[in-house]
């Protein structure tokens, strides 16, 4: 069974462009979630998708959004990019909402790095 | 979100249990108890999670303790390959992984 895949790995922006990130979550996973890490502040939660809706949201600034396809497929996308917006952002999926008991899968991330 | 308290590093040699500690205080009586850890160059993985019981399963086993305020991830004979950052997290329902600053493990031949 294939993992959860991120598209693409590495990219580098400059400030004030904007960015898509891709992941494709394991095959029957409806639950798409998407983390920031930083050295600084470690990983935060950015928000969470469930059958193309969003279900949970973390605190960080309107200029991040995401959106989740039919298909579970989710993409994020960030605005007006920011020097501190360099970091790696990771995708997890989940069989089902974010219970308490639900397994997340992490993908390899994408590491962002903005100029 | 209720937090976790855990040592910032620890030693263990090649084959020999290791014990990783944590504090949770303040805990719900519905905050399920998860383990995750992050290998180096790695998206986090899934490693063990539970309520009340003990758990065992192919990668470690949690011991719980009775008021719930703290717990242990055992790795029974560490290997090389168990050197990451082990974060403990309580998951509350229909709520997100909150990590913290975890702990990070180092296995030494």
């Known amino acids: 069974k294939a993992g959860v895949t991120q598209t693409p790995r590495y990219l580098i922006k400059t400030r004030g462009q904007q960015v898509t990130l891709s992941c494709s979550p394991i095959?029957?996973?409806?639950?798409v979630s998407w983390y920031q890490q930083t050295p600084g502040q470690g990983l935060q939660f950015l928000f969470e998708y469930f059958s193309e809706t969003q279900r949970n949201k973390g605190n960080f600034p309107g200029r991040f959004s995401g959106r989740q396809f039919s298909n579970s497929r989710s993409e994020m996308n960030v605005s007006t990019l920011e020097l501190g917006d360099s970091a790696l952002y990771l995708c997890a999926s989940s069989l089902e909402t974010s219970g308490p008991y639900n397994e997340q899968f992490f993908g390899p991330g994408t590491r962002l790095t903005v100029l | 979100d209720a937090k976790t308290t855990q040592p910032n590093s620890m030693e263990s040699n090649e084959e020999e249990p290791v014990h990783l500690p944590c504090n949770h205080s303040t805990i719900s009586g519905t905050d399920y108890i998860h383990w995750y850890r992050q290998l180096p160059s790695q998206g986090p993985e899934y490693v063990i999670h539970g309520l009340t019981s003990n758990v065992n399963n192919r990668m470690a086993s949690l011991a719980i303790a009775e008021d719930r305020k703290s717990s242990t991830l055992i790795l029974h004979r560490a290997t090389l390959r168990d050197a990451a950052v082990y974060y403990c997290i309580l998951r509350e329902v229909g709520r997100q992984l909150t990590f913290g600053s975890g702990t990070q493990l180092t296995v030494l031949p």
């Open positions: 095959s029957g996973h409806r639950s």
